[in-house]
């Protein structure tokens, strides 16, 4: 099975003793670099989220950015984050990133959503 996820990146980051001391007993460590971005978050149908300031959108307009309360949140997407990528960002969530359910569902099964992420469930409004 294979998935869309635009330009995303793993990044291997080695864990060290410190500086100078060479690599601990820890296994190495990754950073998700997801770069590709959808316009499908719809903050008016979302909850426990609060707008924090407004930013250029890159097209000549502004787009509102929200702050997400962790372990509170419950997030709308419109039925446009059903189509193309399985992994992307939102400008106006800076600090979250979205999986299709094809995608999460291939985490479950591989065993990864129970100990490296504690994914949510998003509204399709």
Request: charged share 30%; net charge negative; aromatic share 12%.
């Amino acid at each position: 099975m294979t998935f869309n996820i635009g330009d995303a990146q793993f990044f291997k980051v080695p864990i060290h003793l410190g500086e100078g001391l060479g690599p601990s007993a820890y296994p190495d460590h990754y950073i998700l670099n997801v770069h590709d971005k959808k316009r499908a978050f719809m903050p008016e149908h979302s909850e426990e989220i609060k707008w924090s300031y407004d930013k250029d959108d890159g097209q000549g307009g502004k787009i509102g950015v929200w702050r997400c309360m962790y372990n509170k949140d419950i997030l709308a997407v419109s039925e446009a984050a059903l189509e193309g990528l399985d992994l992307w960002a939102e400008d106006a969530v800076p600090t979250r990133f979205f999986f299709s359910d094809r995608l999460k569902r291939a985490l479950d099964e591989a065993g990864m959503n129970k100990s490296s992420f504690r994914l949510v469930e998003a509204r399709v409004v």
